[in-house]
């Protein structure tokens, strides 16, 4: 930065982001291994890539090591589809053009996308790890529209009892299309409250609210629409 004896450094994207996010693949793996089962499928939305990056580190090792085969699948929102769309080239990581180039599947520095809830989604470009590892065809993506995506995360919170965010109703819209295969594992994460106020804007859905007995409860919101 202009300032000195500050650094600019980003919070997701880079690679030392998605090594701190290997935890949660981490932890994923010792579970699964502790009740003697293999996922077949791992799916997780992908805005810059840590969160998925990290979900899938050690069952990618275990793939690329021979020892098992999974199929990873990144979900992205199709107002910002790095992958589907995307080039594989050099870029900078930031829209502010500070940080080094890195070679990614980018829509350009300066792509601004359309408003749309999954707020942590919203980047143009993916981690150079997923990057090289979507290149070499050892993981798949979609991209998912935001209505049907809101559609999915309000089938999940009246089945699981669970309200998800708008960035991991992503990966649940994915999963319901993936009903056939046996097991799958998928990735959790969001901010409550902005979740539930992103909910509240799609017009008649019945949504978790918090009630006064500290535990959730539905009801209808007349609110207008937004997609």
Known sequence: TGSEGYRYVLGSV??????????IGLE?????????VKPDVIIGCAGGGSNLGGLIAPFMGEKLRGEADYEFIAVEPASCPSLTRGKYAYDFCDTGMVCPL??????????IPSANHAGGLRYHGMSSILSQLYH??????????????FAAAEQFARVEGILPAPESSHAILCKQKTAS???????????????????LKTAHRAVFAPSSAMSPQLFESTLESET
């Open 14 to 23: 880079l690679s030392q982001v998605v090594l701190h996010q290997s935890i």
């Open 181 to 199: 295969v046996s097991l799958r594992r998928r990735s959790f994460y969001g901010r409550g409250w902005v979740t539930q106020a992103a909910l």
């Open 136 to 149: 070499d065809k050892l993981m798949t993506a979609r991209s998912v529209e935001q209505t049907r995506v």
């Open 28 to 36: 994923s793996k010792t579970a699964f291994d502790k009740i003697g």
């Open 102 to 111: 890195a070679k990614m599947y980018t829509l350009g520095s300066g792509f």
